[in-house]
T-cell receptor, first 115, second 113 residues
């Protein structure tokens, strides 16, 4: 089975611009979560989508948004970029077998640099 | 959400057994304990998960005492390639709407030759 894929792998933007990152989960996985990782704050949960609905949201401003498509692929968007948005953005998918154990499968991440 | 506390860093040598302990005093009844491993510039990788007592797989063991307020990840005979950050997470995996994972700072394990 192919793993979680994220595109692009690297991105350079300037302040004020917006960016869209893409994530393709493992086939059959319906839950997709997004995380931001920075040296100072570590790994922080952004949001989780399940069956095209946002189920959970972390403590990030409204500039961070996302969506999930019917094929479970997900995108996240950051508008009005700030220098502090420079980070590794990770996507993770999970089969979420109800009542059972779970694990999240992470993609390689998108390294976003804001200049 | 249950908060976890683990050492910031640990040092070891090749061939040794390494035990990393995580405290989670406020763990809830439905919470499972999960450990992830992360190498630089890569996404975390699932290592092991458990609810109580002991769980063992091909790469690690997880020991959970009866009160579940802590857990210990045991890595047998570490090698240089085990140098990574290890995260302990506690979360509800019932698949319901309250599912969310909180990563702490993790433990940087450095394996020396």
């Amino acid at each position: 089975k192919a793993g979680v894929t994220q595109t692009p792998r690297y991105l350079i933007k300037t302040r004020g611009q917006q960016v869209t990152l893409s994530c393709s989960p493992i086939s059959g996985h319906r839950s997709v979560s997004w995380y931001q990782q920075t040296p100072g704050q570590g790994l922080q949960f952004l949001f989780e989508y399940f069956s095209e609905t946002q189920r959970n949201k972390g403590n990030f401003p409204g500039r961070f948004s996302g969506r999930q498509f019917s094929n479970s692929r997900s995108e996240m968007n950051v508008s009005t970029l700030e220098l502090g948005d420079s980070a590794l953005y990770l996507c993770a998918s999970s089969p979420l077998i109800a009542g059972g154990q779970f694990e999240q499968f992470f993609g390689p991440g998108t390294r976003l640099t804001v200049l | 959400l249950a908060k976890t506390t683990q050492p910031i860093s640990m040092d070891s040598y090749e061939g040794q057994e390494v035990n990393i302990t995580c405290s989670h005093n406020n763990i809830a009844t439905n919470d499972y304990i999960t450990w992830y491993q992360q190498f630089p510039s890569q996404g975390p990788r699932f290592i092991i998960q458990g609810y109580k007592t002991k769980v063992t797989n091909e790469v690690a063991s997880l020991f959970i005492p009866a009160d579940r307020k802590s857990s210990t990840l045991s890595l047998p005979r570490v090698s240089l390639s085990d140098t990574a950050v290890y995260y302990c997470l506690v979360g509800d995996n019932s698949g319901g709407s309250n599912y969310k994972l909180t990563f702490g700072k993790g433990t940087l394990l450095t394996v020396n030759p």
